[in-house]
Every structure is written in structure tokens, then in C-alpha cells.
């Protein structure tokens, strides 16, 4: 017996997976690694960022820094493994084809005493010895199949006993076939389809999450460029109040101007310095909002590289076209995954309600049955009637696998359900949801109609507002040469040639500001016509379920 359960144990050390040998000549230990160890994500490191460092310092542009913020977004990362927990519910739905292997040993020893001399002893002593192994497994074609095994090994001292021990062998194999509910297989493939156009759904969702990071980051990323740009009109503005100083300085030199008359350029240029100095501040904040977007301050080097953006908002591309409106929401309409979502919902309705109506049927299932047995075991020696004789488990399983003793039959069950009150509440909730959805997706037409719209309507606004802007920029310019002139005349006072500088500061803010908002009206308008991640790469990774 020690011999037998060393051999069993070292077979089993041979079939487990070992860290020290390869796993491609074991299927069974790779079998098992993988129920226990299965494929998963990873965190991936920060890339992409090395490769656009030059001298010390990292240059982006919008593009640049967009396919950064996909690659490294941790927001991103975090939408992406959505889609990863969806596809395991694909694998969760399989779960009805999932093969049921079970065994047991069962001994059981009975001692009892006796009155009568037909039970064969006066202290009947049995041991009985039941082992069985059961399979059970629904195939995809929709059949059931259930295969039992049994060996009974029996022994006592029961003199009317003609095999003793005798060892019993029994075998049964079932096979049934739905043939009113559930003959189309509605029960499986309705849940495993759910999942699949559940994964699919994730995936629009994630898509339309990623999408929308894009466009905050797009926008985070123009505001510091306004930041940036601020710092040159600030400067501008303190080097136009810093010559008024000057100028007036001198005339206080020269007993021109009095000493009371040079506070107030004195007051101009200290608070455009202060402006000067919050806008320079602005920009340093909006930079660490970059850097956080790409991930590009998880390291103390990554901290110290100096970030360099290098696009002109007054640059307008010639690519930034707009489509006429009617062509940009069919393709909006075509290509939105919030819209194709809708869509895939109602067809998981629709299969939802497949499945409660098929619950509302009655069940007629066909059962084919076959089975054999053999028995084995040491005869008992009778005078004149039994010869002596000796057997075992193998005989047994002769009798049983050549089926010298069979059964067969077939059972043909009919059930009616007379009410099925969850199955009927089902059937209405999918009903209703599928409605649901319906506006659903008339909702979110109407919400992407309005995107788009306000989208187009912002591009014109900026447009108009840039033209406007630089015409007020221009004037306001030749405004502070004349007030500059009429000051160095002595007609005019002071506080007029501040106030003329301050409205060409305010002028040169607004059109900073218009040029600033037409790139990130634009940036909406792909959004909304889903034309922004053109050419960016951006692929939502649907996993590959088996």
C-alpha cells in the first residue's frame, strides 16, 4: 500500500508545473498554471517622453503632446481596464459549458445482530466499499450529457453469499435534447451574447471617456499657451508704462514735473510688474498641469526637464476646415461610440426578452439512456453446485466495457408552467428598457445635434471675434502713439497716456484670448464630428476571449 500511494504521489510531482523545467512537454501542469495563473494586465512604464527631450529640454507640440497624454494618461490607463474586466464577464457567461468532474469513496462497515438463520450469521458483519466517478457536461449544441460510473466492492461473512467479496460494476450515460424551450440553446448563447455586446458597449464607453480626457487636455493645453503669450503682452505693458516713468522721471530732473505728478506712472509700472509676475506664475501652474497629463512628473528627472511648447495660436492650419453641418452629423452619427452604444443596448434587449419568452414555454426534453454492469469477486465453494473460483475488478470492467450485461431506454418528460411570474416580469422589464433605450438614443442624437452645433457656432464666433479683436488691437496701438505725442506736447495729462496703455494691454489680451478660443473651439468641433483622434493612433484594445 506504501509502495502504491509513493507511486501515485511521485506521478503527480512529475504532471505539476515546476519553475525549473519548460512547460511545452507538460500540457496537464501547463493546464494547471494557467486555471491558477492566468494572462493579465500589466502597469506599463512612461514612454515617449525621452525621444522628444533635446537639449535638456522637452518640446511639445498639440500633437506631441496629445499622443502622450494616450500613452501615458494614468486616466486613460485606468478607462482602459474597463474594457479587460468586460471581457472577463465573457468568460463568466461560459460558465454553463464548463465540464463537472466529480468522485468519492464511500466505505461503510455495518455489524448487526440477528434472529433469523436465513441471514446467514448470527452477528451479520458487511463491509460495503462504493466508489464513483460522475460527469456532467452541456455541449454547445444544446444536448445535456451524463455519464456515471460505480464500483461497489461488498464483503461479509454472510455463509448464503455465493461471491464473496463480490465487486459490483455499473455504467450509465444519458443524453437529452430540449425539444420546445430551449431547442434553440436562447438559455446559453443569450447570456454569452449579452456579454459579448456588453464588452462591445464597455469599449464605446471607454472610447467616449478617452475622447473626452483628449479634449480636456487639448483645452488644458491651449490655456497655457494663452499663460505663455500673457507674459509677452504683460511685458509689453510694463515696458510701455516703464517709458512713461522714464520719460517723466527726466522731466522731474529737470524741474519740468513735479514731485507729487511722478506717483502715479511710479504706481503704472509696480502694478504691471505685479501682473508681470502673477502671469508668469499662471504659466508655471499650467505647465504642471501638462506635466501631470503625461505622466511626466512621476520621477525627480522627469520634474526637472523644462517644458517647451511650441505652437502659435495665431497660427491657423489650413487642414482646421469645418464641414458643412448636415455632413459632419451624419459622420458624427456614424462614427460617435456614445451612439453605437445605444444601438447595442437595444439588442441586448431584444435578447433579453428572447430569453424570457423562451422561459415562458413549456419544456418537453427527450432523454436517451444506455448503460452495462458486470460483477466480479471470489466464489464460494458449494458442494455440487459452485466450484471455487477467484476474480476481481478486472472482470468487472470486462463485463462492463464489452456491455455483456446492458440497459437501455429513453424517457420523454413534459412540463408545463402554469405561471411563471419572474420570467413574465423579465419579459416586461426588457421590454421596457428597450423603449427606454430608444429615447436613449434619440437623446443622445439630440445631444450630439447640439454639440455639433455649438461647436460650428463657437468657430464663427471666434472667427468674427479675431477679426474684430485685431482691427481694436491696431487702433488701440495707434491710439497710445498719439497719446504718447499729445503727452510729450504737455497737452494731455498723465493718467490719459496710462489709461491709453491699459486699453492696449486689454486689446492684446482680447485677441490673445479670441485666437486661444478658436483652437479650442476647433478641438471641440472633432470631438463632436469624432474627428479629433485622426491620425493620433488611438485604438480601445477589445481583448481576445477564446
Known sequence: MTRKVGSV?????????????????????????????????????????SERVVNGKLHLTLHDFLELVLKNSTEIRLSRLDVYTAADQII??????????????????SISPE????????????????????????????????????AIRSSTNNSFYFLNPNISSFLTISITQPLLRDRNR????GPLQVARTELLITSDVSAAAIADTIVNAGITYWDAIRARDNIRVQQNAVDLAGKAYERDKQALDLGALGRLDIYQSESQVAERQRD???AQFTYQTDLDGLRHLIAADLTPDMRALELVLDDDPT?????????PFEESLQRALKLRPEYKATERRMNVDDVNARIAR???????????????NGVGGDAVPVPGVIAGSSGGLGDALSQTARFTYPTYGFNLQFTLPLRNSPAQSSLSDALVNRVRDQYSQRQSQQRITLELQQAIHSIDLAKATIAVAIRARDLAKLNVDAEQQKYEL?????????????????????????????????LNYQRASWTLLDGLGMVVEIPKVK
Open 276 to 278: 508681470l509676475v502673477e
Open 9 to 49: 504521489l511521485f506521478v503527480l510531482l512529475l504532471l505539476l508545473p515546476s519553475s525549473g523545467r519548460s512547460q511545452t512537454n507538460n500540457p496537464l501542469g501547463t493546464f494547471i498554471r494557467r486555471q491558477f495563473h492566468p494572462e493579465t494586465v500589466r502597469v506599463e512604464d512612461v514612454s515617449g517622453i
Open 186 to 189: 436562447i438559455e446559453f448563447l
Open 358 to 372: 423562451n422561459l415562458l414555454m413549456p419544456r418537453l426534453d427527450l432523454s436517451l439512456q444506455g448503460g452495462s
Open 315 to 323: 497660427m491657423i492650419s489650413p487642414t482646421q476646415t469645418v464641414l
Open 490 to 522: 504737455g497737452t494731455i495729462q498723465a493718467f490719459e497716456l496710462l489709461d491709453s496703455q491699459s486699453r492696449l494691454v486689454a486689446a492684446e489680451s482680447s485677441l490673445l484670448g479670441a485666437y486661444v478660443g478658436y483652437q479650442e473651439s476647433y
Open 115 to 150: 434472529y433469523d438463520q436465513i441471514e446467514g450469521a448470527q452477528t451479520l458483519s458487511s463491509l460495503t466499499q462504493t466508489s464513483s466517478l460522475n460527469y456532467n457536461q452541456l455541449l454547445p449544441t444544446g444536448q445535456t450529457v451524463t455519464a456515471n460510473y460505480q
Open 92 to 109: 463568466a457567461a461560459k460558465a454553463p459549458l464548463d465540464p463537472l468532474l466529480t468522485g468519492g469513496f464511500n466505505p461503510v462497515r
